[in-house]
């Protein structure tokens, strides 16, 4: 299940890229295309942020540690003192 999550994640957000540049791209004259876009793309937006969302809420039930943003430190390189 988690798969097919992630694939819908990665699709919604295609979707969402596609259809937000079609709307900021289209002509005023042409209204009705870009009101259509626009709602293609929030769509494609709320079911990509959906889908993220469920995907880190089960990674985190399924006991996999979360990611941080620490590295070792040295205090000087090699060859790098100042």
Do not use: C, Q
Request: glycine share 8%; charged share 15%.
């Amino acid at each position: 299940m988690s798969k097919l999550i992630a694939i819908l994640n990665v699709v919604a957000w295609a979707g969402f890229w596609a259809f937000g540049y079609l709307a900021a791209t289209t002509p005023p004259e042409e209204g009705s295309r870009m009101v259509v876009a626009l709602l293609l793309a929030a769509t494609g937006a709320a079911l990509g942020i959906w889908a993220y969302l469920w995907i880190v809420r089960h990674t985190v039930a399924a006991g996999h540690p979360r990611a941080t943003r620490s590295r070792p430190r040295f205090e000087a390189d090699a060859g790098l003192e100042t």
